[in-house]
T-cell receptor
Framework: NAGVTQTPKFQVLKTGQSMTLQCAQD?????MYWYRQDPGMGLRLIYY???????DKGEVPNGYNVSRLNKREFSLRLESAAPSQTSVYFC???????????FGSGTRLTVV | AQRVTQPEKLLSVFKGAPVELKCNYS??????LFWYVQYSRQRLQLLLR??SRESIKGFTADLNKGETSFHLKKPFAQEEDSAMYYC??????????FGGGTRVLVKP
């Protein structure tokens, strides 16, 4: 049981490049989330997906897009990376009716 | 809108000393409150949730609705408690909102 798996673990991008962060969970959870973690600001919600086929904006969605490919996978895309998107990105999932979130190990992204 | 505030960015204590991490929240309804911990370079883990009123790794937290606070306490800090701690709440829509985090450094 791997839980929540994120790939890649590290990435360096040049300004303007695009990339997709992958997230997969094997716990049959309904809801999935993408957060970014920045010093002093905690974790801020970028996008979430309450169930397969639905996605909604969180607190800081600008510059990002998401795809809930199926129940297991929820990807985050940066179409044109900016230095302000340098951060650690965490994916999380949750079973409907439960309060506990399970987090992935994070992707450390640097945009130069 | 809900908001979580952790006023201390860094707490430095000696091993064996008490430690208290402050957390205040704003939400018009009745939120569910949590403490998450992140050890160096690891993923976030749930430490406590107020509804269960349990003690994990010697930590306790009491919800004070009058003061809208959910402070985390441990009477005797250990070096392995050095980590980043986040207070969080779930309100409408079941989205987790985090505070800014408090880094705890326990010195030998």
């Amino acid at each position: 049981n791997a839980g929540v798996t994120q790939t890649p673990k590290f990435q360096v991008l040049k300004t303007g490049q695009s990339m997709t962060l992958q997230c997969a969970q094997d716990m049959n959870h309904n809801s999935m989330y993408w957060y970014r973690q920045d010093p002093g600001m905690g974790l801020r919600l970028i996008y979430y997906s309450a169930s397969e086929g639905t996605t909604d904006k969180g607190e800081v969605p600008n510059g990002y897009n998401v795809s809930r490919l199926n129940k297991r996978e929820f990807s985050l895309r940066l179409e044109s990376a900016a230095p302000s998107q340098t951060s650690v990105y965490f994916c999380a999932s949750r079973l409907t009716g439960e309060y506990g979130y399970t987090f992935g190990s994070g992707t450390r992204l640097t945009v130069v | 809108a809900q908001r979580v505030t952790q006023p201390e960015k860094l707490l430095s204590v000696f091993k064996g000393a008490p430690v208290e991490l402050k957390c205040n929240y704003s939400y018009s309804g009745s939120p569910e409150l949590f403490w998450y911990v992140q050890y160096s370079r690891q993923r976030l883990q749930l430490l406590l949730r107020h509804i269960s009123r349990e003690s994990i790794k010697g930590f306790t937290a009491d919800l004070n609705k009058g003061e809208t606070s959910f402070h985390l306490k441990k009477p005797f800090a250990q070096e392995e408690d050095s980590a980043m701690y986040y207070c969080a709440l779930i309100a409408a829509g079941n989205k987790l909102t985090f505070g800014g985090g408090t880094r705890v450094l326990v010195k030998p």
